[in-house]
């Protein structure tokens, strides 16, 4: 079963950018459809974008525009690329694997 782990979340000025990584264990990776999600303190889960194997994407509507989901199979990768965030964007960003499993998280922080 496949494993994830996420890096790349910080803190960032309103405004910034970040990017999010997420390294995936498992030689079928690439059979995956892949998605992240966040959950902000005192709130549910919510679904962010999502990205199937074959590349086609789809993205919450409070995220278009701003965000990108990205995979690169052949490193067993997936990334977030996170412009123009907002305050209301922190919050702990999970990979998950659709239907599968999910990573530990990355907390992103936006302040000034």
């Known amino acids: 079963q496949v494993q994830l782990v996420e890096s790349g979340g910080g803190l960032v000025q309103p405004g910034g950018s970040l990017r999010l990584s997420c390294a995936a264990s498992?030689?079928?990776?690439?059979?995956?459809?892949m998605g992240w999600y966040r959950q902000a303190p005192g709130k549910q889960r919510e679904y962010v974008a999502s990205?199937?194997?074959?590349?086609?994407?789809n993205y919450a509507d409070f995220v278009k525009g701003r965000f990108t989901i990205s995979r690169d199979n052949a490193k067993n990768m997936v990334y977030l690329q996170m412009n123009s965030l907002k305050p209301e964007d922190t919050a702990v960003y999970y990979c998950?694997?659709?239907?599968?499993?999910w990573g530990q998280g990355t907390q992103v922080t936006v302040s000034s």
């Open positions: 498992g030689s079928i990776f690439s059979r995956y459809a």
């Open positions: 990205i199937s194997s074959t590349g086609s994407t």
């Open positions: 998950h694997a659709i239907g599968f499993t």
